[in-house]
């Protein structure tokens, strides 16, 4: 089968034959319906900080998967998971490896390995697109917004991008019942804060620092947006980092000591979450946009994640 192969730092994706997967022990073989394209595979291809999380070359990345499963191993996973069943894949290992990391190669090709740790049910109102996409642009931000910032009816809340992420987040925190403020410097992707049901939208977080706003989640990570948040945040108000733009930030300790400021790093979620999130897409109400490209399109789409200014997820859909 052809797969789009990472060679490593500052060397372009190469399409070559690999052996199609079979499923181990405790394993099914999911035929990869949908995949998304994420931040974060631009920034392995760019940064060399990001090769420790690669210890095997070359490997096939993409992990943000939708599929129908069409093989099942051996063991207790047959008790719960069929051949034909819709599933999306929460990415993560229990030893935190990731399908798209380490040893299990990823949906930049037509088929990958998962274990139960990953499998959660893709409801049949729930597009294979939509159901890529929540595996982690939708898991992580869901994580970050609700687990770990603890989002709540009436709270003020600042969202930082409302890129793939951002905009879940920002729509699920509007959904709970909160007052969301959000900072976005793509013209275009603001026009989307009517859609969300944003309070406001501007092209920094610290142009709401009059809000006293009680949880920023950053979903961009660009150092300079994670210092305006700490700049931003009222009294006793909580910063959730997810974004990894760029892997430092100069930020100014004044105020997280002067306002007994919180910072938490959040990183992916739990079946739990995307389970949720799955309700969420089923009811109508959590519906992102999307672009959808061709396999043979991926290499080219990357390169747009690199430039900015795309709207929504790019998501491949497979024949």
Not at 47 to 55: E, I, N, V, Y
Not at 94 to 103: E, N, R, S
Not at 253 to 267: E, M, R
Request: hydrophobic share 40%; with cysteine; proline share 6%.
């Amino acid at each position: 089968m052809k797969s789009w192969r990472f060679l490593g730092t500052n060397k372009p994706l190469e399409l070559a034959e690999v052996d199609e997967p079979h499923a181990g022990p405790e394993e099914v073989v999911v035929t990869v319906k949908s995949a998304g394209l994420c931040h974060s595979d631009v920034s392995a291809l760019d940064d060399p900080g990001w090769m420790p999380l690669f210890p095997r070359l070359p490997m096939t990345l993409g992990h943000e998967n939708s599929g129908i499963i069409t093989e099942v191993g051996s063991g207790k996973i047959g008790d719960t998971w069929k051949v034909g069943d819709r599933v999306g894949l929460s990415p993560v290992m229990p030893d935190g490896d990731a399908i798209g990391y380490g040893a299990w190669d990823g949906g930049f090709g037509p088929k990958v390995r998962a274990t139960e740790a990953n499998l959660v049910a893709l409801p049949d109102e729930v597009s294979f697109e939509l159901g890529s996409m929540a595996t982690d642009a939708g898991l992580t931000s869901y994580h970050a917004m609700m687990s770990v910032g603890g989002c709540r009816p009436g709270m003020k809340v600042g969202v930082i991008g409302l890129g793939g992420l951002g905009y879940i987040g920002a729509r699920v925190a509007v959904l709970t019942g909160a007052e969301v403020y959000a900072a976005e410097v793509n013209p275009e992707t603001q026009k989307l804060a009517e859609e969300i049901g944003l309070a406001g939208v501007a092209n920094s977080i610290d142009e709401f620092k009059d809000k006293g706003l009680e949880l920023i989640v950053d979903y961009a990570g660009f150092g300079t947006t994670t210092s305006a948040a700490v700049e931003t945040l009222a009294e006793f108000g909580t910063l959730v980092q997810v974004g990894m733009g760029r892997l430092e930030s100069t930020i100014n300790t004044y105020p997280i000591i002067i306002n007994q400021l919180s910072i938490k790093g959040s990183k992916s979620g739990t079946k739990e979450d995307l389970a949720a999130l799955y309700e969420l897409m089923k009811s109508g109400d959590l519906n992102p946009p999307i672009t959808p490209i061709t396999f043979d399109q991926i290499p080219e789409a990357l390169d747009k994640l690199r430039a900015g200014g795309v709207i929504g997820r790019f998501i491949v859909t497979y024949e």
